[in-house]
């Protein structure tokens, strides 16, 4: 994969350190955490979080923080191909009140997400749904072997 990059939302009532915190541990600090302060479209205050990692060795390390379950569950469903863009990006979107206490799950869709984006490497001739799903097997073994994701560890 080329790069790996999460993005979360922190409304007024939302902890922005507990989320960051979050994605940190999502990432297994291999991220870099930028913050951005921007009005809702119906004008509350809100953070923008964006962990992003750039360099391909730190970007493949972090997937298996995902956790074996969960990245054997992407490999092996049927959906996946419509998770992937025509830019060979795969989408993710994990709950966020659970990710903040330390588990991480698909979101369903109505709660708020931590939105995910891993630009897939893919060259002239490669399936993308193949590349993909031989990366989340891969990375599902290494969570196995390091036994990721790991429990937060309370900052306090």
Do not use: C
């Amino acid at each position: 994969m080329h790069n790996v990059t999460w993005y979360a939302t922190s409304s007024g009532v939302s902890s922005t350190e507990a989320i960051a915190a979050a994605l940190n541990w999502l990432t297994g600090g291999e991220a870099e955490i930028s913050r951005e302060k921007v009005k809702s479209y119906h004008g509350a205050r809100m953070t923008m979080l964006r962990a992003q990692i750039d360099r391909k060795k730190a970007a493949r390390e972090s997937i298996p923080h995902l956790g074996a379950q969960l990245l054997s569950h992407l490999a092996q469903s049927d959906d996946l191909i419509a998770r992937i863009d025509e830019e060979n990006v795969l989408h993710i979107r994990l709950d966020i009140s659970s990710l903040v206490r330390g588990s991480i799950e698909l979101s369903e869709g109505f709660e708020e997400q931590v939105k995910g984006r891993i630009k897939l490497e893919v060259y002239p001739g490669q399936d993308v749904l193949e590349n993909a799903r031989k990366m989340l097997e891969s990375s599902s073994i290494i969570a196995t072997e390091l036994g990721l994701p790991n429990p937060i560890i309370d900052s306090e």
